[in-house]
Every structure is written in C-alpha cells, then in structure tokens.
C-alpha cells in the first residue's frame, strides 16, 4: 500500500521524520512516498485527504479532525519561545496593529497566535521562507517568522516586535503548541497503528543516531551551520515530542478552546490520540 507522509521542508521536520523517509525504519506491507511541502500547502492537502500522514499546524486541525486521528509523538512544542513578529524599523504593539503583516499561510499556528495576541491585523500571506527577505527588503512593514528565522532575524538586521512563545506563556504558564502529526482515519485501526509505531520508531533512530539525522536535518536550514541545526532542532525536537501529553496535549486544547471562544475556528473540537 502506498503511504503518503508530507512534512515541511526544515530541519526540525527532516530530523523526526528521518528515519521513516530515508528507510531506517521498514514499516512492512507500506511503501512510503515522501511529500515534502510548506506547512500551509500540507494544511490545505489535509482538507483534501491528500496524504495519509502528515504534519500540520495544530490550528489546522479542527478543519480535518473528523477525517485524521493525532499522533502523540512528534509534535512541535516551545517552551516560552515561539514565532516571533519582526519588523526593519522599532514597533510598538499598537503601530504593529496598524500595519500589514507578512504571514506564513491562514491556517499555521503562528497566524493563529497573532490574532489571539493582537487582534485584527492586515495581513499578506507569504511562503514562511520568503517572509524574512520581504521585511528586510521593506516589501511588508512586519512579517510573522517560523523555523530557522526565530535564531538568524537578527544577524539579517531586523527587531524584534513580539514573541508569540512568550506571550502564550505569560499568558497561559503553558507551553506554546505549534505543530502536530496526524494519520488517516479511514486506513483502519491496524494501519493507523503501524503508522504511528513506526513515526515513534523513526523519532528514537534520531535520538539514538542524532549526528546522522542532524546532518540530514541540516540540508533544510537554508544556510544554517552544523551548531544552528542542532540548537533549532533541540527548540522543537524536545520532551513533548516523545509524548505531548500531559503538558503539551493540555496546551493544545487550551488553544483551540480559546480560539472557539473567539469564532476563529468553525467549531470546538476535542483532542483524539492514536494509541500505541
């Protein structure tokens, strides 16, 4: 049977998905097929039913829950850090609200966060690797920074304006869910637990392989050295992607709770885990 696992094209991603992608870990009676895609492109694929395991942006999921089951490992999970809003010129927070964001596709995460954090903003909606040269090259005032643009904005020479890590934490004493992995319902419960096994099984060949992996991962930095890839993927690669729950899974609903509260997701929906 053919499987189709999409995942971003960053080193956080290369390095969990690794050792499925690459044939380090065989999942009998499955050939897999590796998608590798923009977050927003992997989002809008699961409203289709496109692919069989993906990653995708937690804001993604009321959209696709009652087509997809959620993986309890490899989710992406700051702990007091997240996206973070940059700008060429000092912004306060209430300049931010009267200029036009650079973001990184409507149904990832960090757009989420924003509006959460500064209510209704003009936006532009940007592949996430072509925001940072847009703010520095003064196309947008603002621009909404995923991935390896958290730790190199400021050697490109831009501020820092707010960090959404930061603020969901202040806000919430939790830490900032961002990105989760789902499998297909309707592949069946053996199936659905294979895969899940087996993305479990390619997050510890990383762990147990981690030089390997991170020279893989490294490739997906978009000029990041050996050392920036290995502090990135550590940023998201960490306790809550062996397990988000309790923690993670507890900050996951608090999310979507609060973004049902604000009518800027269609409904509330509750977390379903692949139990392995």
């Known amino acids: 049977m053919n499987i189709r696992i999409g995942h971003s094209p960053d080193p956080d991603d290369a390095f969990l998905f690794y050792g499925l992608t690459q044939g380090k870990v065989p999942v009998p009676g499955m050939m897999i097929t590796h998608c590798m895609e923009g977050i927003e492109e992997l989002n809008q694929r699961v409203l289709k039913e496109s692919l069989e395991m993906t990653a995708i942006s937690l804001h993604a999921y009321p959209y696709c829950a009652d087509r997809y089951l959620l993986l309890t490992a490899g989710a992406s999970i700051g702990e007091g850090y997240g996206p973070l809003v940059v ?16 973001v990184p596709g409507r149904l990832t995460s960090a757009s989420l966060l924003l509006q959460l954090a500064v209510g209704q903003v003009e936006t532009q909606i940007l592949p996430f690797d072509q925001i940072m040269p847009a703010v520095q090259e003064g196309k947008v005032p603002a621009g909404l920074l995923i991935h390896e643009g958290q730790i190199t904005y400021a050697k490109a020479g831009l501020k820092k304006v707010l960090d959404l890590g930061e603020w969901w934490k202040e806000k919430t004493q939790l830490p900032v869910p961002l ?14 637990r294979q895969l899940a096994v087996a993305f479990k099984a390619s997050l510890d060949y990383a ?3 981690r030089a390997e992996a991170l020279a893989y991962a490294q490739q997906y930095g978009r000029g990041l050295s050996a050392s920036l890839t290995d502090r990135f993927v550590g940023m998201y690669v960490n306790r809550w992607s062996v397990d988000c729950r309790p923690d993670g899974a507890i900050a996951m609903q608090r999310l979507l709770d609060w973004a049902a509260d604000e009518k800027l997701i269609p409904r509330r929906v509750a977390l379903e885990f692949v139990e392995i």
């Open 179 to 192: 990105g989760v992995n789902v499998v297909r319902r309707d592949l069946g419960p053996a199936r659905v």
């Open 87 to 102: 700008s060429k010129e000092p912004l306060t927070l209430d300049q931010l609200r009267k200029v036009r964001v650079a």
């Open 207 to 209: 762990f147990a392989h």
